[in-house]
Structure formats: C-alpha cells, structure tokens
C-alpha cells in the first residue's frame, strides 16, 4: 500500500508500506489455490509442482504498487480483469511455478504462461458472468482466438498496459460475440 506523506517543505511523496505477513500468507494461498485449479484442469500432478514463495510475493508486491499507482497518477480503480492481466504479467516475468521431474532437475514446462492465461480467462469468465449474468458453463470456446492467446503470452514481449487492454478487449469481445449469436 502507498501512503501518501509530506516532507518538511511541504511536497507530498508516496511510499510504500509492504503487506504484512499475514496478508502475504494469505495472498500466497489464494494464488495457488487459484493454480491448483488451473493444474487439475489441464491434468498437472501438484505433487510435482514446486511454488516460490518469494517470487509469489514478489508478484503480490507488483500488482499491489501497481494498483497504487493507477489510483494515485491515474485516479482509476483496477477492476479484477485489469488486476488479473497485472498478476499475469508478473507470473510471466517471475515464473514462480515450476514442475519439477522425478530426476530432480526443474524444468518450466510452459506452466507459467498456462497459469497466466488461465487468471486472465478466469477472470474475464467471472467479469462476464457477474456484470451480464448468463449460463454457469460460459466459456470462451474460440479455439484458434485461444491458441492465439497463449501463444502471445509464450513468445511476445506484452507490456502491463497491453495485456490489461487484451483482458478487457476478451471480455467486451466475447460479450458481444455471444450476443450476436442469439
């Protein structure tokens, strides 16, 4: 969290207070709570799964300032798609998860850029399905759209601002496709 202060002159300056270790616990559960749904989905054993609780951290830390940051130079709240698309980015970048091989060496396996493809449709499913409400089995079935997508996140170099845009795009896209299909 950013708190706002005020030097001796009287020039506002922002800094930052880390989350606590409760919140931090907790954000760690929550991700990969998120990601063991993720694994079961596409068939990963989590007993081979290895989780890095700093990296994890890391991630948490990230979005938090970034949110900050919006809301203090932007005066915008992040919906949950746009926080989603920030969360994905920095798995991207940290890669916290890693299969690890009954041999014992670590390899990435692509599960990051699965994971983080699986928040942001996660979320832009939940966005769709609270704010136009709809069938519980909703699901974004352009399989070309989604190779497409993956393949972005694998080999692109997507900035924050671009994959935020992409979420909110999928959402606003998927909501009209489906209305035009009635």
């Not at 949110?67 to 798609?81: A, C, G």
Request: hydrophobic share 40%.
């Amino acid at each position: 969290m950013i708190i706002e202060d005020s030097s001796v002159k009287g020039e506002k300056f922002y800094k930052y207070q880390s989350p606590s270790k409760v919140e931090k616990q907790l954000y760690f559960n929550n991700l990969v709570g998120i990601f063991e749904e993720y694994a079961e989905a596409a068939g990963i054993d989590i007993n081979e799964v290895e989780f890095d609780f700093k990296l994890i951290n890391e991630v948490n830390i990230r979005v938090d300032k970034r949110k900050d940051y919006y809301m203090i130079f932007h005066e915008t709240n992040l919906n949950e798609v746009r926080e989603a698309a920030l969360t994905a980015f920095w798995i991207l970048k940290f890669k916290p998860f890693l299969i690890i091989n009954p041999s014992g060496n670590q390899c990435e396996l692509n599960i990051n850029c699965g994971f983080a493809a699986y928040v942001i449709l996660s979320a832009a499913r939940e966005y769709i399905l609270r704010k136009y409400g709809g069938d519980k089995n909703f699901a974004i079935d352009d399989e070309e759209y989604l190779q497409r997508f993956r393949y972005s996140l694998k080999y692109w170099d997507l900035s924050k601002e671009a994959l935020m845009m992409i979420a909110e795009t999928l959402c606003e896209n998927t909501v009209h496709a489906k209305g035009r299909q009635k």
